[in-house]
């Protein structure tokens, strides 16, 4: 799909991706478009699917989570049913804020907050290890985000 996207659709969406609260006129401004075709071509790439919403960056340490787990998972059973119950419990958490279906080993990696080690280590005896089939788990800890923001290459 990015082939399609010429470079006005290019700097559209790399503009939203730096900030998404831009007024149609400062993003067309950006992309040297006259407000009305930048609204329209926006809400085209809307309509394709390629910006797919909107979303404020909030800080997990200003909120008390002052651990972040990558938690991988191995299931002991690896029928869809059993995925699909899995997947499904993992939307009601609110403290998985991620989760990837991978390759290898371990069969989903999380990236689980929590407000302490303590604190993850109930979540992960209570909440992760009770998850339909799962039988193992293992947990590893960020020290700091190096690159928080999740920004598509855009090949500009």
Same mark, same amino acid.
């Given at each position: 799909m990015l082939?399609a996207?010429?470079?006005?659709d290019k700097?559209?969406?790399?503009a939203?991706?730096n900030?998404?609260r831009?007024t149609?006129?400062?993003l067309?401004?950006?992309?040297?478009?006259?407000?009305?075709?930048?609204?329209?071509?926006v809400?085209?790439?809307?309509?394709q699917?390629?910006?797919?919403?909107?979303q404020a960056i909030?800080?997990?340490?200003?909120?008390?989570?002052?651990?972040t787990?990558?938690v991988?998972? @191995? @299931?002991?059973?690896h029928s869809?049913?059993?995925?699909?119950?899995?997947?499904q419990?993992?939307?009601?958490?609110?403290?998985i804020?991620?989760?990837?279906n991978?390759?290898?080993?371990?069969?989903?990696?999380?990236?689980v907050?929590?407000k302490?080690l303590?604190?993850?280590g109930?979540?992960?005896?209570?909440?992760?290890?009770?998850?339909?089939?799962?039988?193992?788990?293992?947990?590893?800890?960020?020290?700091?985000s190096?690159?928080?923001?999740?920004? @598509?290459p855009?090949g500009?």
């Open positions: 082939n996207l010429d470079r006005t700097a559209l969406l790399a939203l991706q900030n998404a831009l149609v006129a400062e067309a401004e950006q992309v040297s478009l006259t407000t009305s075709p930048c609204w329209r071509r809400k085209i790439l809307e309509q699917g390629l910006i797919t919403g909107y909030i800080s997990p340490k200003q909120l008390g989570y002052g651990v787990a990558f991988s998972v @191995m @299931m002991a059973s869809q049913e059993t995925a699909r119950k899995f997947e419990c993992l939307l009601d958490i609110p403290e804020v991620a989760c990837h991978i390759s290898g080993r371990y069969d989903f990696l999380l990236e907050v929590a302490d303590e604190s993850f109930e979540f992960a005896r209570e909440v992760l290890q009770a998850l339909p089939a799962v039988k193992e788990i293992y947990s590893s800890f960020s020290f700091k190096v690159k928080p923001l999740r920004k @598509m855009l500009l």
